[in-house]
């Protein structure tokens, strides 16, 4: 079974500080990564997409992808209370074409004034 | 909101009782999919489409079925609801020419007594 792990925090960081979450998976032959942020009670958010080694800027995230070490993550600059939310890592199932996508459990974000 | 909406948004029933939860989108995207989010697992597959009258099974599909006969309407019925089956149910559009990118409906809470 596809796995994606993610820690489930809270992370917490004070506010202007840079935020690290962090993702592993398992299926070698993933080739799309997703991360979505979730505030309570409302629906996944489609935030960055990366499908290349290493770095993806979109102004204050940055996704980091490492296929060899099967490894994403997401760096939130200049963090802000309202970044607080859950992250969630989806990974796609790189042996089907049907866009299928496994998800972590998310990790909890607060950021304190 | 990707055009995307679902009914009901809260819905609470009886055990043993059916139960058919809609999602609609507008904007004629050929694939769909049904997630379910508990504490402590994330999202997880339930069944996916990828076109009319075209469905199969995600991670976790028993006690659920689907029906697409129109490319705007995927519907999950819970053919006799259980207690386990008290979730948030998220639907989710993939955008043709990047169909791994999935963007999510506002989701139904569904209660089981």
């Known amino acids: 079974q596809k796995e994606v792990e993610q820690n489930s925090g809270p992370l917490s960081v004070p506010e202007g500080a840079i935020a690290s979450l962090n993702c592993t998976y398992s299926?070698?032959?993933?080739?799309?990564f997703f991360w979505y942020r979730q505030y309570s009670g409302k629906s996944p958010e489609l935030i960055m997409s990366?499908?290349?080694?290493g770095d993806k800027e979109d102004g204050r995230f940055t996704a980091q992808l490492n296929k060899a070490s099967q490894y994403v993550s997401l760096l939130i600059r200049d963090s802000q209370p309202s970044d607080s939310a859950t992250y969630l890592c989806?990974?796609?199932?790189?042996?089907?074409?049907?866009?299928?996508?496994?998800f972590g459990q998310g990790t909890i974000l607060t950021v304190h004034p | 909101d990707a055009g995307i909406t679902q009914s009901p948004r809260h819905k609470v029933t009886e055990t043993g009782t059916p139960v058919t939860l809609r999602c609609h989108q507008t904007e004629n995207h050929r694939y769909m999919y049904w997630y379910r989010q508990d504490p402590g697992h994330g999202l997880r597959l339930i069944h996916y489409s990828y076109g009319v009258k075209d469905t199969d099974k995600g991670e976790v599909s028993d006690g659920y079925s689907v029906s697409r006969s129109k490319t705007e309407d995927f519907l999950l019925t819970l053919e006799s609801a259980t207690s386990s089956q008290t979730s948030v149910y998220f639907c989710a559009i993939g955008r043709d020419g990047s169909t791994d990118t999935q963007y999510f409906g506002p989701g139904t809470r569904l209660t089981v007594l």
């Open positions: 990366i499908y290349s080694n």
């Open positions: 989806a990974v796609n199932d790189g042996g089907t074409s049907y866009g299928k996508l496994t």
């Open positions: 299926d070698r032959v993933s080739q799309s």
